[in-house]
Each structure stands twice: as C-alpha cells, then as structure tokens.
C-alpha cells in the first residue's frame, strides 16, 4: 500500500503559476504509475495528467495540454504537477493517484488516492 499526500494548492490571480506536490510513502513508489485528476464543486473528478513509472511518458487532458506538466523524482517519491497559464476554470481540489498496473484516464482504475489540494484562481 501507499499513502499520497498533496501540498502547493492555494490561491492565484488568472495567468498565474502554481506548483502541486504529491509526496508517496509506503510500498516502492517508483513501482507506480502516479496521474493528477480534479474536481470542481458540483462536479465528476476528471483527469488532468498521468505520467509511467520512469517518467518517460505523459499523458494530458485537452483543457490542460501546452500549459501543464507533470514529472516525478523517484529518488524523492515525489510526483510534481506544474501549472502555467492558470484559468477561472482551473479552480477546483486537485488530487494525486497512483495505479499499479493502469496508464490512462479512468479514475476507477487507480488504486491509491491522496487527500487533495485545493487551488483556487481568481479573474
């Protein structure tokens, strides 16, 4: 098993920049796949990115490619979600989630979720 805890969320004016963090404990972390979803209030958690285990393949939403990037320290089982280019409708808590054998979108797939981080990003 392992545990994910989320850190860097806060408040940012719209065109701002925010860093998320998804620091792993427990199991082996670089054994996982690790992705970021989202969710907004009244809203389905969707998928915003997903990264394999040695980093060396991405994956990203429509809303959030060109602007988003995931990456990941092994040494630091530390998954990273950096945020550029921020929107009004980037507001929402984000979540970290690891899988260990799913690459992909579908939430229901993922084995280990964190508590989630909320940012917020003001017009």
């Known amino acids: 098993q392992v545990q994910l805890v989320e850190s860097g969320g806060g408040w940012v004016q719209a065109g701002g920049s925010l860093r998320l963090s998804c620091a792993a404990s427990?199991?082996?972390?670089?054994?996982?796949?690790m992705a970021w979803f989202r969710q907004a209030p009244g809203k389905e958690r969707d998928f915003v990115a997903v990264?394999?285990?040695?980093?060396?393949?991405?994956y990203y939403a429509d809303s959030v490619k060109g602007r988003f990037t995931i990456s990941r320290d092994n040494a630091k089982s530390t998954v990273y979600l950096e945020m550029n280019s921020l929107k009004p409708e980037d507001t929402a808590v984000y979540y970290c989630?690891?899988?260990?054998?799913?690459?992909?979108?579908?939430?229901?797939?993922?084995?280990?979720w964190g508590q989630g981080t909320q940012v917020t990003v003001s017009s």
């Open positions: 990264l394999n285990r040695n980093g060396g393949n991405t």
């Open positions: 427990g199991r082996t972390y670089s054994n996982y796949i």
């Open positions: 989630a690891a899988a260990n054998r799913y690459y992909g979108a579908e939430k229901a797939r993922y084995d280990y």
